[in-house]
């Protein structure tokens, strides 16, 4: 069965949860980090989230520097997937 999540993008899927949750957002802007969506491009919608092309879920670039967020964001190191 197939899913719009390919194995292309399960990393950044992967990373954006890791950074959700470590990360303590008093503004409340991830609540639009809605990781049950699972249509094609859905984190693309994310709030600070830009991608290669809106209809995929591959990352670009990050914009969170604004966000007023209170933990430092740590150095994550992306495991391929074979």
């Known amino acids: 069965m197939a ?14 949860k890791s950074i959700k949750d470590s ?6 802007h991830f609540s ?3 990781f049950a969506d699972q249509t094609e491009g859905f984190i693309c ?5 830009e991608c290669w092309h809106p209809d995929e879920n591959r990352v670009l670039k990050l914009a969170l ?4 967020i209170l933990k430092k ?3 994550m190191r992306f495991r ?3």
């Not at 899913?3 to 954006?16: G, I, K, M």
């Not at 520097?65 to 007023?68: A, K, T």
């Open 3 to 16: 899913t719009s999540q390919n194995r292309a993008t399960e990393p950044d899927v992967y990373c954006l």
């Open 73 to 75: 964001i740590m150095l």
């Open 45 to 49: 919608r994310f709030a600070g989230v």
């Open 32 to 34: 639009s980090w809605d």
């Open 80 to 82: 391929a997937y074979s």
């Open 65 to 68: 520097s604004n966000m007023g």
């Open 23 to 28: 990360l303590e957002d008093p503004y409340n």
